[in-house]
Each structure stands twice: as structure tokens, then as C-alpha cells.
């Protein structure tokens, strides 16, 4: 059977290939997000994604060359745009938010006194006096025209294309709230009594809407207001991320230490890092020994040791020792740089719900318009008045403005990407999230994710009498230049003891068998070391003792490799090794069974190790001795069966089985071919970043569905309501502009999703 797709997939290639990303200005809200995309997506070849709650436009497939082809069709549209260098800041966002502040200002400020005014007058004849109405009028002329300026400019140039969108409705309660008051300035509404709160008005204020219009223009503008700021904030997240590598690097020169422009680094070339500075670019450790800050890009409070040969990534910060550095990798081509663009992109890209909501945003719209004209014409001919219809019908207008549906699911999305990039956790995309949500089954690789992919010594028997310590220094002495992972354990073990090992002569590598050489003592003697299986002994005319034989045995069916030792023609001793198992193994798959998630560790390792490993980690299920081809398999039939896969692994070998899962989760550590495949890649060392990631997805799951459900719900209730009287434009404004805030406020909450969270 085919897996079955619970999502569109998007290949991860596509977004690090060809495309166009566009700071989008005078977009209001979700609608006019979604007529771009339309007019963008009718270019040949382009394939145009635009997210309101961003600000931005990504077109795949597009070269960067035509990028002005893109900036024609969004401005042919009324809008206005301009292409963006990977890992910037929007410039609209400031400019954005200090322009709704200054109108909010000036609309709070005209507003407070223009109602407590009309209120008076309209209640009190005696303290009227001559043109008080045209007074009033003026007082509002700046609020409504000049503060709801945004509205009205919106409104315009959608009607220019012959389409609607939220501000449609926002500019029409406002004008006419203000008309309304003009025409009945001028022209008395007769039989018509005003209702202010405080009782009947007397006769004379019976048409005056003046302070809906500028009370209502208050409300909404503090609701943008508000969500431009948290907008703002949401995206300031990964911002920080992409600032992390530092603008000047010290570089080694033969003059000595010279401080230079970061892009003036070249790959090869030698950088100091003094402790307390960043790492400038990654590269490997030349000199020097020192512990290593990620916490800012992973999330990860524990320091790890670094020394000669090791690596380091721009971005983390270096704590005591000084370090000299060769760089490898440099600017754009860094792993931090490129987890930024992936990011950056993830919050770009829309989710499958977020489309069926513009869908629903491009409909709404002019079915409320339809709904405020029956109501202003039912409750003509149902003998409400004039004032009582107007009212109705402008309150179906205010109060149904979707502003919240649109920024139901984007917000909560910008969120959720920029809280996991602080924590290690690189969601790629919306469709990430969405799988998340309905994942009962995580297939786990067992080498470089489950285990180190580092052997350990695990036994070291001497036979006879030989001594211990003595049979260690020697074999040592053999592997101690080896670059063989065995090798490497027994290395480690002997220095972990204080040996020193002597000189060894006439070093051999037998490939498939083992090593053999001539271990020097102090006055010259030669011991003749041949380290490897039981067949190469037997080849070389050792007789293996049975309780070897055993030994072997035993250690296979245990997982782990043994390795014998002979010293001058004899089998002296043997030595067994295994993989690594992390330490934060056992802890993140028990925290994922507590999920009601179940594990499988799929390998091709023999059954004996891979069981080893399952025990000990505390997995459900075993797969082994699968070839790399054949873990895709292992997750098609598991899919079959009707299970929803996320699979987590790091090597080429994993990538077919990472592409093929409901869900991708890659280790930062595996290869290109493995970060490609994935949906989210897990940039922390400790692998309790995989049950953090599933959780912060589903969490930000929760809380899209959360805000849809309110939206939804709200505009359904609050449109009979308006309809039928019940709610005056006020009181409308109001609610809308609240609910907005609601579903901003809301998102805003995954901020403080901590690792670990149950």
C-alpha cells in the first residue's frame, strides 16, 4: 500500500533553491495577504506563498534575478514591495507600529472629550449653544478621516480592484457613523429619540453619531496597535537567533592578531576566540582547550568540552580557554546562518488550515455586506426607524469584521517557529505542526541518535597470569596513533587510567582483521602485539582458548564486539566494546511512552545489539538488521497499518525513511542528505529535545485551534446579536477589537513553553 500523506509535503531542496522573499507593505489584513498570492501565483513558474501575520511574500521556483517582475504584479495589485536579504528584519514593523500609535494618540485624545461632549449637550438643551452639532462634527472630521486613514486607504483600493477585505467593513461603519450625523445635521429625522446610556434625548440629538464613529475608530486602532506590537515581538524571536554571530572576527595574519570584518574571513584561514567571545564561523579546533556556550542557539544549559580536533558552530560562545580556530564553513554556508533562512522560511510558509481560513475570509466578507443591507431594510419595513435600522446594520458591520480569523493560525505559528528555534528545535514548516498533532508512532534510528556512535571499552580480561595494567599499556601503545573507532576506546581507557604508552614499531593495519606492531621497553627490547578476531590468530598459528571462544560468543549476543590480544605468539587477553548509549536516552523515550506515543528503534545492526539497546533505553518494539534502502519500507508498512510515523534519525541512510514519515526529525549532527529530509531538525544534544519538539508542536496546534474555535464562534454569536438590536456600533467595536487581542495574547503564550513541559 502507498503511506498516505497526511499533509502536503514540501520538499526541503525547494526552499533552499531558487526563490524570491519580499517585504510586503499595506497589507491590513488576511484577505489582502491572500489577493496577492493570487496575483502572484497567476505569474508562469511562480509558486507564491504570502503570510499577513509575517509581512512577507515567498516565491519559490522564482530567480532571484526577476525578483522585479514579482514587485510590478504586487504593486499592479495596490500594494507595495520590495525583496529582502535573507535573515532581515521587515522594515514595515517599526514603521508600522509608531504610525498606529500616533493616530491611536490622536484618536483617544479627540475621542474621550468628543463623547463626554455630545453626551452633555444632547442630554442638557440648556448648555447648547449656536452650531454646537457642527462643533461636534469638526471635532470628529480628524479622527475619521485623518486616524482611520489606514482603514479608508485599504477599503480604496480594494474597491479599486473590485474586491472587499476587513476594512471594507471598518470604513464603512465609520463614514457612515459620520455621514449619518451630517445628514441628520442637516436634515432633521423626525419621530427619531436618541439613546446616549443615560435616558431619552431631547429633541435636536436625535441624529448625532458622532461618537460611535470616533470611539469605534479608538477601539480598533488600539487592537492593530496592539497586535503590530506583538507581531513585532513574535518575530524578534528568530531575529535574535540570526544576530548571534558576531561582525568581527580576530584573525591570525603573520603580523599577528588582526580584528576583521567578518565577511573578510576565508575558509582555511586561522581566528582566535578569546573566552566570552562568540565563535565567529564553524570550524575546527586547532589549539587550545576551552568549554563551549550553546544556550543561545539550542536552548541547552550545559556546557560542553572542546579540545584539538573538535568542532565548533558560529553563534556559540566560548567560556575559559582561549581557542585558535580554522575555518570551514563561512557566512551563508554556516550551519547557523542556515538553520536562520530555514526558519525565517518556516514562518513564511502557511499551514492547510490557514488556507481554507483565507477561503472562508475572501467569503465572509461580502456576505456581511449582504447581511448589514437586509438588516438596515428589514428594520425599515418592520417600522424600527431610521436611527434604530442604521444602528442595527452598522453594528452587523463592526462586530462581524474577521480581523481575529485572520490571525488565528499565522500569529500562533510565528510563535510556535521562533519559541522552538530558541529551544534547539527547527520546525521547517507549518505542515511540521500539523502532523504533529496526530503522530502515534516515533521510529527512532539507533547509531548517532540513541548512541553516541562512539565505542566504549565495556571489559578488558588479562588470561593466565598476565598482568593487566601491563597487557593495557601495550595494546595501547599498537592503536595509539589509530584513527579506528575500537581503537580509540582502548586509547581513551588507558589514558583514563594515567598510562603512558611506550613507543611502538612497525604499526600494521590488517583491514577486516586487526593491527599488529613492535612495542618498544626502555632498553630496546621488542614485543611483538597482534591485536584483531579469532581468525586472524588462528591464521597467525595462536590456539584460542575455549573460555575465549565463549567469551566472544557471549559478547555478540550482548551486542558488543570482542577483540583478542596476543602477546609473543600467545592469546594473552581479550577486550570487548560497544556503542555509546546517550545518557539522555532512557529519560526521552519514557517521556515519549507518557505521551501515548509508541517507540521503535529500526537498525541494521545485528538483532542481539539493537535488542541490547532496546532494553536498556526502554523502547516497545525492535527492527534490525534492515538495509538502509529498507527502513522507508519499515515506515510504509507501519503507515499500512494505519499508523501515523514520525521518524527520527541522522545519516544518509535515514533520508528515505525521513521523507517517507508523516514526520521528519533529524539530528543537527547527521548529514546534509538527513537535515534535507526532514520536517524539524533537532539542534540540541540531548535527546530530550525530541519529546520537547512533538510537544511544542502540539501545543502550538492547540492553540491555533484554540484561537479558530474563538473566532469563529465569535463572529457566529455576535452577527444575530448586531442583527437583531442588541448590540450598539459602540459595544460592537469594542468586542471585535478585544477578540483580535484575544487570539494575538493567546499565541503569545507558547513564549513561555518551557523544555521538558509535561
Not at 516515533?442 to 562512539?454: H, W
Not at 525521513?658 to 514526520?663: G, K, R
Not at 548529514?671 to 511544542?696: E, H
Request: aromatic share 6%; proline share 4%.
Amino acid at each position: 500500500m502507498m503511506a498516505v500523506e497526511l499533509t502536503p509535503r514540501v520538499n526541503a531542496e525547494d526552499l533552499l533553491g531558487d526563490r524570491v522573499e519580499l517585504d510586503v507593505s499595506g497589507m491590513t489584513c488576511a484577505a489582502c495577504a491572500g489577493r496577492i498570492e493570487r496575483k502572484l501565483n497567476k505569474l508562469d513558474g511562480a509558486s507564491a506563498t504570502v503570510n499577513y501575520a509575517t509581512e512577507r511574500a515567498m516565491v519559490l521556483g522564482w530567480p532571484p534575478e526577476r525578483a522585479s517582475d514579482l514587485v510590478d504584479a504586487i504593486r499592479a495589485a495596490g500594494y507595495d514591495a520590495k525583496p529582502v536579504a535573507e535573515g532581515a528584519e521587515p522594515d514595515g514593523y517599526s514603521d508600522r507600529v509608531k504610525m498606529l500609535r500616533s493616530r491611536l494618540i490622536v484618536a483617544a485624545v479627540l475621542a474621550i472629550p468628543l463623547g463626554d461632549a455630545a453626551i452633555v449637550l444632547a442630554l442638557s438643551p440648556q448648555l447648547r449653544f449656536p452650531g454646537w452639532e457642527w462643533a461636534l462634527i469638526a471635532g470628529a472630521v480628524p479622527v475619521v478621516f485623518w486616524c482611520a486613514w489606514p482603514f479608508h486607504r485599504a477599503a480604496w483600493r480594494n474597491l479599486r480592484h473590485g474586491a472587499t477585505s476587513m476594512d471594507t467593513l471598518v470604513s464603512l461603519g465609520v463614514l457612515a457613523a459620520f455621514f449619518w450625523s451630517v445628514v441628520g445635521t442637516l436634515f432633521r429625522v423626525p419621530g427619531e429619540s436618541y439613546w446616549f446610556g443615560y435616558g431619552m434625548a431631547p429633541e435636536g440629538a436625535d441624529s448625532l453619531y458622532l461618537e460611535a464613529a470616533a470611539a469605534i475608530t479608538t477601539f480598533l486602532l488600539a487592537g492593530r496597535y496592539v497586535e503590530a506590537r506583538s507581531k513585532r515581538s513574535a518575530r524578534g524571536v528568530l531575529a535574535a537567533i540570526g544576530k548571534l554571530a558576531p561582525t568581527t572576527v580576530r584573525v591570525l595574519r603573520d603580523s599577528g592578531e588582526e580584528i576583521v570584518p567578518i565577511g573578510e574571513l576565508g575558509v582555511g584561514e586561522r581566528f582566535v576566540v578569546r573566552p566570552g567571545e562568540r565563535v565567529a564561523t564553524d570550524g575546527q579546533v586547532v589549539s587550545g582547550t576551552s568549554s563551549i556556550d550553546t544556550s543561545a542557539m539550542t536552548g541547552e544549559a550545559e556546557p560542553f568540552d572542546v579540545t584539538t580536533g573538535s568542532r565548533v558552530l558560529a553563534g556559540t560562545t566560548n567560556l575559559n580557554g582561549a581557542l585558535v580556530v580554522e575555518a570551514q564553513r563561512i557566512g551563508a554556508h554556516t550551519q547557523l546562518a542556515e538553520l536562520a533562512v530555514l526558519a525565517e522560511q518556516a514562518q513564511a510558509r502557511k499551514a492547510s488550515v490557514q488556507a481554507l481560513v483565507d477561503k472562508v475570509v475572501a467569503v465572509f466578507v461580502p456576505v456581511v455586506l449582504v447581511i448589514s443591507a437586509v438588516t438596515l431594510v428589514v428594520w425599515l419595513l418592520a417600522g424600527g426607524g431610521p436611527r434604530t435600522a442604521f444602528s442595527a446594520a452598522m453594528s452587523v458591520l463592526i462586530i462581524a469584521c474577521p480581523c481575529a480569523l485572520g490571525l488565528a493560525t499565522p500569529t500562533a505559528l510565528m510563535v510556535g517557529v521562533g519559541r522552538g528555534g530558541q529551544l534547539g528545535i527547527l520546525i521547517k514548516g507549518p505542515d511540521a505542526l500539523e502532523s504533529s498533532g496526530v503522530i502515534d508512532t516515533v521510529v527512532l534510528d539507533k547509531t548517532g541518535t540513541l548512541t553516541t556512535g562512539a565505542m566504549r571499552l565495556v571489559e578488558f580480561t588479562p588470561l593466565g597470569k598476565t598482568d593487566g595494567l601491563a597487557l593495557l599499556t601495550l595494546t595501547s601503545a599498537v592503536e595509539n596513533d589509530s584513527e579506528h573507532p575500537i581503537a580509540r576506546a582502548l586509547v581513551s581507557e588507558a589514558k583514563a587510567r594515567g598510562l603512558v604508552p611506550p613507543r611502538a614499531e612497525r604499526v600494521q593495519a590488517l583491514p577486516g582483521s586487526g593491527v599488529e606492531g613492535v612495542v618498544m621497553d626502555a632498553d630496546g627490547v621488542g614485543t611483538p602485539v597482534l591485536i584483531g578476531n579469532a581468525d586472524l590468530m588462528r591464521d597467525r598459528g595462536l590456539a584460542v582458548p575455549e573460555e575465549v571462544t565463549a567469551a566472544v560468543d557471549a559478547a555478540a549476543l550482548a551486542g558488543r564486539t570482542a577483540i583478542l590480544i596476543g602477546i609473543d605468539g600467545t592469546v594473552s587477553g581479550y577486550f570487548s566494546v560497544a556503542d555509546t548509549i546517550k545518557a539522555s536516552a532512557p529519560a526521552a523515550v519514557a517521556r515519549l511512552r507518557k505521551l501515548g506515543l509508541r517507540t521503535i528503534l529500526v537498525t541494521g545492526d545485528r538483532r542481539s545489539a539493537a535488542e541490547d539497546v532496546a532494553r536498556f533505553v526502554g523502547v516497545d518494539e525492535v527492527v534490525a538488521e534492515v538495509l538502509p534502502s529498507e527502513k522507508a519500507d519499515v515506515i510504509v508498512k507501519l503507515q499500512a497499518e494505519g499508523r501515523r510515523v514520525a521518524m527520527v534519525g541522522d545519516g544518509i541512510n535515514d533520508a528515505g525513511a525521513l521523507a517517507t514519515a508523516n514526520l521528519g526529525m533529524a539530528m543537527v549532527t547527521g548529514t546534509d542528505v538527513a537535515l534535507k529530509s526532514a520536517d524539524i531538525i533537532l539542534v540540541r544534544r540531548s535527546l530530550d529535545v525530541i519529546p520537547d519538539a512533538i510537544q511544542l508542536s502540539r501545543r502550538t496546534l492547540r492553540t491555533i485551534r484554540g484561537n479558530l474555535v474563538w473566532a469563529f464562534g465569535y463572529n457566529v454569536a455576535a452577527i444575530p446579536l448586531a442583527a437583531t438590536g442588541h448590540l450598539n456600533p459602540l459595544i460592537a467595536g469594542f468586542a471585535m477589537s478585544l477578540s483580535s487581542i484575544f487570539v494575538v495574547t493567546n499565541s503569545m503564550r507558547l513564549r513561555r513553553f518551557k523544555a521538558g513541559a509535561n
